[in-house]
């Protein structure tokens, strides 16, 4: 079987599918690659099943050793399709369009599944834990397909996103739902990207019971800087969600940068 060693780990490098999803009533977050679109992409290209495990690297991508040949694509933050000769390494430097970069290797890396998935979930500690130096990963059986290396590929990803929001279901907590311009803060992680911006201020102040949350929900913490819940966020929150992002447009909140301005567009909801 084929193998890889992690000469170099990265500052967050993680094994990740398409997730868990359907286990929030016992407390488990969805996981899962936080740029769905960018793993689906990868495997494409090497001609993997649609949910083999990739390494999903944040700000800057690992360095690998390959014992045997490969073919690697890199998608995300990147998009190009390598063969990668026996004994040869992949160093992979700063994440430079986007914050995740996506290492698919033809037959998906192997790691022992948990809940019927291999993803690296942060906030639980289910599936493997992040990569470190000296790590040695299995590579999966080949494939049947053939890679698709002459897919095009996808448009850079916008400096400053327009996130589509539908308001609910706290929305009538709050004075306005959110307008202008939000910064991404150092503090974000694959838990949350926690936003700064103008305040968003209460008009009610009771204290809510805990309900349940989504990827994609707006929790607005007492300071009014939004929280936008991401792949291994708690299955409920205390915090009032204001609104949720569009799933399509989930993809753009998984390669937001520390520090990247974003704003939101506002769906109303039908009136009946």
Known sequence: MNVVEVLAAGPLTTVQDRGRPGW??????????????????????????????????????????????????????????????????????????????????????????????????????LGPPPLKDGDVLLIGREPAAEPQLEIEPPPPLPAEPVLRLLPG??????????????????SSNRVGVRLEGPRIERVRHEELLSEGVVTGALQVPPSGQPILLLNDHP???????????????????GQLRPGQHLSFEVNQRSQP
């Open 24 to 125: 929030a009533h016992l407390g488990v977050p969805p996981s899962g690659a936080v740029d769905p679109q960018a793993l689906a992409l990868g495997n494409r290209l090497v001609g993997n099943d649609p949910g083999a495990a990739a390494l999903e690297a944040t700000l800057a991508g690992p360095s690998l050793h390959f014992r045997g040949a490969a073919v690697v694509a890199l998608t995300g933050a990147e998009t190009r399709t390598l063969e990668i000769g026996a004994g040869k390494v992949l160093e992979l430097g700063p994440c430079r369009n986007g914050a995740r970069v996506y290492v698919s290797v033809r037959g998906g890396f192997d790691a022992e599944p948990v809940l019927g998935s291999r993803s690296t979930d942060l906030l639980s500690g």
């Open 235 to 253: 299955t409920t929150g205390g915090y009032p969600v204001l609104g949720v992002v569009h799933a399509g447009d989930l993809p753009l909140v």
């Open 169 to 186: 279901p706290r929305d009538d907590w709050f004075e306005t739902l959110p307008a202008g311009q939000w910064r991404v803060s150092l």
